[in-house]
């Protein structure tokens, strides 16, 4: 086990609504990122956040936003749902922002937007 | 063009086989390279960096030529449980932006 925990597990939306999903990062882990992986491809970097600010975004609308808080803990929120948002939510955090530094993952949020 | 790319597979092999995956990356200023391994309705757990001298770890070989800008995973002996869909991992110069590779499946055969 990372030591990353996801929740909710699971979530089931309509298309125009809004998701908050939650991350809480591997204890001493200053940095989160946020992963969409749809099925049968590999995960696509949303962003990530160290020490409570944006540092690197992926090629994703403004409707997907984010916070990290004081303990490191992250949300990943999504306004107007479309059908394409169905996906693995993946969050990973690191104990450092580094180049070399690995990125240890959570379970995930399993999102279906109908 | 994709930024990692990988054979997609399926390779399905025999117990015992020594199977190889390959993956390019287009971006010469990635920094750094892993190999994560991902279970069916699982995560990715890491299961290798990469350098560019080659490492080893157990049955698992990693090779890096960032002139051909291209990695390599080497599996031998296959296990039953090897099986699984293999990443390929490459780090922006900035370390802050992970790009994966849409994955090579891997089934290992009784």
């Known amino acids: 086990e990372t030591g990353v925990t996801q929740s909710p597990t699971h979530l089931i939306k309509t298309r125009g609504q809004q998701v908050t999903l939650r991350c809480s990062s591997q204890s001493g882990h200053n940095t989160v990122s946020w992963y969409q992986q749809a099925l049968g491809q590999g995960p696509q970097f949303i962003f990530q956040?160290?020490?409570?600010?944006?540092?690197g975004r992926g090629n994703f609308p403004p409707r997907f936003s984010g916070l990290q808080f004081p303990n490191y803990s992250s949300e990943l929120n999504v306004n107007a749902l479309e059908l394409d948002d169905s996906a693995l939510y993946l969050c990973?955090?690191?104990?450092?922002?580094?180049?070399?530094?690995?990125?240890?993952f959570g379970p995930g949020t399993r999102l279906l937007v109908l | 063009r994709k930024e990692v790319e990988q054979d997609p597979g399926p390779f399905n092999v025999p117990e015992g086989a020594t199977v190889a995956f390959n993956c390019t990356y287009s971006?010469?200023?990635?920094?750094?390279f892993f190999w994560y391994r991902q279970d069916c309705r699982k995560e990715p757990k890491l299961l290798m960096s990469?350098?560019?001298s080659g490492n080893e770890d157990g049955r698992f070989t990693a090779q890096l030529n960032r002139a051909s800008q291209y990695i390599s995973l080497l599996i031998r002996d296959s296990k039953l449980s090897d099986s699984a869909t293999y990443l390929c991992v490459v780090s922006n110069n900035a370390g802050n932006m992970l790009t994966f590779g849409g994955g090579t499946r891997l089934m290992v055969k009784p």
């Open positions: 990973a955090s690191s104990p450092r922002l580094a180049g070399q530094e690995t990125q240890y």
């Open positions: 956040y160290y020490r409570e600010e944006e540092n």
């Open positions: 990469v350098y560019s």
């Open positions: 971006n010469s200023a990635s920094q750094s």
